[in-house]
């Protein structure tokens, strides 16, 4: 295998005709670097066009002219380099074979990205945009080359037997290929699906997080079992080695593995749904998204907390929406022992009425709950219908009306206070004494 390679590289060597090689060097230099300076003078004109143009086909356009400009322009010059060599009868046999490698370099970059538009699948592949373009790219120049079949000989030599499984270089690279593509189609169409869902109005939004999630782990599942078919392995060999990766990824993962479960039990009991008011211990806010690992709680200061879904499931949650969004809201006041409770409880009843979220059915009420150290203990308890707007604002209204109504009718709030009883004190002349002989004993 190695020897053909070999005689197919000697072989063409020898019909090149080494004074004319040179001057193919030379056009395909001044080709490239007239190309390099086309691609970043034109390439960032085209980029600076398209800031702040709110119109996506003229983006997409621009965007796709920036990303052949340099292959384009190195095909010019080197067809216009080929013309002045063929004038001059001297052989083109290098330039003959970079026209249709720059044409598919120019084809591979321009469908690599019109497809990464089109799917969408995320971020990652925006990044590897260039790495998938260049090997794609160099698997059709091996191609043009004639040398595509032995360098795929050469790569399935490396590799290894385990039992009836033969894993090579040349099967890694297929499994990879295989699993990437389909995962980004997978990809592409599990937010294809969850778009559809969305705008559906016939179903619940927990109905329609449960749909997206069982459908993108079914895609997932799916195209990972395809891209080993792809790629030739024996799914049935696997078992073993899959039984084995699978006890130790139950050990090793097994709080992701909970999360994952318990994000399901979430979304088909419909205990929290997104737009949910929830207490979790001392995080209050309301529920924004529903994720394989974890729910997004946004509090009113703006501060999302990203919650893990075996919390929800294994720890109290209160969510203050889950069958009706009324709240009751209780507002502890006291007063002095001197003041009048029935005066106090009706000021209490009247600065209900200070916020505009208090309900009036059910009506506020005003209780006189006990009897306490420093004075007596009321409560007002209202009730309001939108606690994801929060209840801070409820209870600073009610309160300064409180402190305003006692205000007006005389009414003191106590503070906390203590009465001191001294039995017994001593007298004038014994004190110093006393206290000398006390430093005394201390020395």
Request: zero cysteines; hydrophobic letters at 50%.
């Amino acid at each position: 295998m190695l020897d053909d390679t070999l005689h197919s590289l000697h072989s063409w060597f020898g019909e090149l005709n080494y004074m004319a090689l040179g001057w193919e060097l030379v056009i395909l230099i001044m080709a490239a670097t007239a190309a390099l300076l086309v691609h970043r003078s034109l390439g960032r004109f085209l980029l600076d066009s398209t800031l702040g143009d709110p119109r996506q086909m003229r983006r997409l356009t621009l965007h796709s002219v920036q990303r052949i400009v340099f292959p384009l322009s190195m095909l010019l010059g080197v067809l216009a380099g080929r013309a002045v060599l063929n004038s001059q009868r001297i052989d083109v046999l290098v330039l003959n074979l970079a026209v249709p490698l720059l044409v598919s370099l120019g084809a591979i970059r321009l469908a690599v990205y019109v497809l990464r538009k089109g799917l969408r699948p995320g971020p990652a592949v925006k990044a590897w945009e260039h790495i998938i373009s260049t090997t794609i790219w160099i698997l059709v120049a091996l191609h043009l080359l004639g040398w595509l079949p032995e360098v795929l000989r050469a790569m399935d030599a490396f590799g290894y037997s385990f039992g009836n499984l033969r894993i090579s270089l040349l099967t890694s690279l297929q499994l990879a290929a295989a699993i990437g593509a389909l995962m980004v189609f997978a990809t592409w169409l599990s937010k294809l699906i969850e778009r559809g869902l969305t705008g559906s109005p016939h179903l619940t939004p927990g109905v329609k997080i449960g749909l997206a999630k069982t459908s993108k782990f079914a895609l997932y599942t799916l195209a990972a079992i395809i891209g080993l078919n792809t790629a030739g392995i024996d799914l049935g060999a696997l078992a073993v080695f899959g039984g084995a990766l699978g006890v130790g990824l139950g050990f090793g993962l097994q709080r992701i593995a909970s999360n994952f479960i318990s994000g399901f039990i979430l979304v088909f009991d419909r205990s929290i749904r997104p737009g949910d008011v929830i207490s979790v211990k001392d995080r209050f806010g309301w529920v924004q998204e529903l994720r394989a690992r974890y729910i997004v709680v946004r509090d009113r200061d703006g501060v999302e907390t990203l919650i893990p879904n075996e919390n929800l499931i294994t720890s109290e949650v209160i969510n203050w929406s889950y069958s009706d969004e009324q709240i009751r809201l209780k507002i502890p006041v006291q007063i002095s022992y001197g003041d009048d409770p029935e005066q106090a409880m009706q000021i209490l009843l009247n600065a209900a009425g200070a916020s505009t979220r208090v309900l009036i059915d059910p009506a506020p009420a005003a209780r006189l709950m006990g009897f306490g150290d420093n004075g007596i203990e009321m409560e007002l308890r209202v009730w309001i219908r939108d606690p994801q707007e929060g209840v801070a604002g409820v209870r600073s209204d009610v309160n300064l009306a409180i402190w305003k109504g006692f205000r007006d009718a005389g009414i003191t709030i106590p503070f906390p206070q203590r009465d001191l009883h001294l039995k017994e004190l001593p007298d004038s002349h014994e004190a110093p004494a006393a206290a000398a002989e006390s430093w005394g004993t201390a020395d």
